[in-house]
C-alpha cells in the first residue's frame, strides 16, 4: 500500500489498472478487497456491451484512509 495519499479527484472513474497503480497494491489484491472482504465497492459500466469495473475517486480515498 503507498504511504503517500493517493491524489484522485473524489467523482473521477478509475478502471482496476489505475486503482492498483493509486493504492500500490496487485490487482489480485483489489480483487480480494472487492469481492472477498468487501472492504472497497466498485461500480459498473457497460462499454460496448460489455461491464466494466470502476472505483470512484472517493471510494479509492475512503479505503486508504482505512487502511493507514
Known amino acids: ?6 491524489q484522485v479527484a473524489l467523482t473521477s472513474r478509475y ?16 480483487y480480494k478487497y ?3 472482504t468487501n472492504e472497497i465497492k ?11 469495473k470502476f472505483y470512484l475517486g472517493s471510494e479509492i480515498l475512503r479505503f486508504w484512509n482505512k487502511q493507514i
Open 15 to 30: 478502471s482496476i489498472k489505475d486503482t492498483c497503480r493509486l493504492l500500490g497494491i496487485h490487482r489480485d489484491t483489489l
Open 42 to 52: 466498485c461500480g459498473w459500466r457497460e462499454s460496448g456491451g460489455r461491464k466494466k
Open 1 to 6: 500500500m503507498n504511504p503517500e495519499q493517493p
Open 34 to 36: 472487492t469481492h472477498t
